[in-house]
């Protein structure tokens, strides 16, 4: 799939900055990094904290849902299994007047002695039939892999299907499948399997969606994750750091990776180098941002009274270069403008005041909402720099006026 084509919304809600999701994917991060990159950082508006292995699960609950009506055609009894499957015998013993890749020289010397006239050993028979069962053993396997990991979080959702999973997974015990290889199968494999009629099509369906899964990030954001309530504002992130990580280097910016994108790291994400030499520091969720200046928070200072409240406050991205100036970014992804406005300002300017009191001089704080939501981009100054509200379509005008210094000068619209 055409990362340009991943769909960044589903019915009724909000938009996602469909570039910038693209940006991510195809430039930044895999499809291990995904899991990382859309862990949830515990905070005041979330009710829980969310670890890679989670969003793998939630991921992959809707991959099961989406594979329901395939694997429901799929055999409920081993017999079934038993009968489409060819004979267990994938190499045989044979006997050649000359040596071959295969001798056993112990069975050949007590056979024949030595030097022997005859040679012993075991062939193996690679065949259709072997391919079958190969390419069955991993479409099995991968599949069990993902009712584990979705039924850890939610245990029903496999609840229509279990007779046909089960009897798949008690199938790897059993020969031709105990002693098969896993092979992933190729787009000619799949092509013949499904030549052999039901439930093969049915296989092969499952197959298609688990190679993709596996292969494509994009395929497993707009397939699996976008429809999923709770991750869009995750991925709403994700999209708004694209359109500034493109923006920049619109603006003439080198981007260097420093590491893969994750909530509450403690370095930022990448090292950018504008068009003038000077070096930026990029933060995908900032809170680490004080202990990695050896400066201590004020929100740390300011809650000491307070037992167990010990995590600093982060925007979700930052553009710094420490001493002089900071961009500070903090995503609102909802159909709220009221959530966006308030939300968005009160959050904008609790870091912009925090950043500007230890860490920069010169602060321009922006709260993002999804286009739609949020028709344009204005800015008010404040004491400790200035603070606005605008919709991802504005970041590339603010990017550029961030850099040359003109986003300070007072009464900022557009």
């Known amino acids: 799939m055409d990362s340009k084509n991943v769909p960044v919304a589903s019915l009724g809600s909000p938009t996602i900055p469909q570039e910038g999701l693209a940006e991510v994917l195809s430039k930044w991060t895999g499809r291990g990094g995904l899991w990382e990159a859309l862990a949830a950082p515990l905070d005041a508006e979330a009710s829980a904290q969310w670890t890679a292995s989670d969003v793998r699960a939630r991921a992959y609950r809707v991959l099961l ?21 060819p004979a267990a015998r994938v190499s045989a013993k044979i006997v050649r007047d000359v040596p071959f890749a295969g001798v056993s020289w112990t069975n050949t010397r007590i056979s024949f002695g030595w030097p022997p006239g005859k040679f012993v050993g075991k062939e193996s028979e690679r065949n259709a039939d072997l391919m ?11 599949l069990i892999k993902v009712r584990k990991q979705a039924t850890n979080l939610f245990p029903d959702v496999d609840r229509n299907i ?17 002693s098969a290889a896993s092979t992933r199968p190729s787009r000619h494999e799949l092509k013949a ?5 039901a439930p093969w099509g049915a296989v092969c369906e499952v197959a298609d969606e688990l190679i ?6 994009d395929h497993l954001a707009a397939r699996l994750l976008v429809p999923d309530d709770a991750i869009r504002w995750r991925l709403f992130h994700l999209g708004v750091l694209g359109v500034l990580l493109a923006s920049l280097r619109e603006h003439g910016c080198i981007l260097d990776s ?26 995908f969720e900032a809170a680490g941002i004080w202990s990695h200046n050896g400066i201590r928070a004020p929100y740390t200072e300011a809650t000491e009274a307070l037992e167990g409240v010990s995590r600093s406050l982060g925007a979700d991205i930052l553009l710094f270069r420490k001493g002089e100036s900071a961009l500070i970014i903090e995503c609102k992804y909802s159909h709220s403008k009221d959530m966006v406005a308030r939300n968005g ?10 950043i500007r009191s230890r860490l920069a001089k010169n602060v321009a704080a922006v709260a993002v909402g999804p286009d739609g939501v949020v028709g344009s981009a204005r800015f008010v100054q404040l004491n400790f720099g200035i603070v606005g509200i605008a919709a991802p379509a ?14 300070f000068a007072p009464s900022k619209e557009s």
């Open 65 to 85: 849902e989406h594979l329901q009506g395939s694997i429901s055609r799929w055999p409920d009894r081993l017999s079934i299994w038993h009968d489409l499957l």
């Open 132 to 142: 079958i069962v190969t390419n069955l053993r991993w479409i099995v396997s991968e």
């Open 162 to 178: 279990r007779p046909q999973l089960d009897v798949a997974e008690r199938l790897l015990n059993f020969e031709a499948m105990a």
């Open 193 to 197: 399997i499904r030549r052999e009629g």
């Open 212 to 217: 993709s899964a596996e292969t494509s990030v």
């Open 258 to 283: 420093l590491r893969p994108l994750s909530a509450g790291a403690a370095r930022p994400a990448f090292r950018v180098r504008d068009k003038i030499g000077r070096s930026w520091e990029l933060w």
């Open 345 to 354: 300002y009160y959050q904008a300017t609790t870091y912009g005041a925090e």
């Open 394 to 407: 504005f970041l590339n005008q603010i990017v550029g006026e961030f850099l040359n210094g003109t986003i």
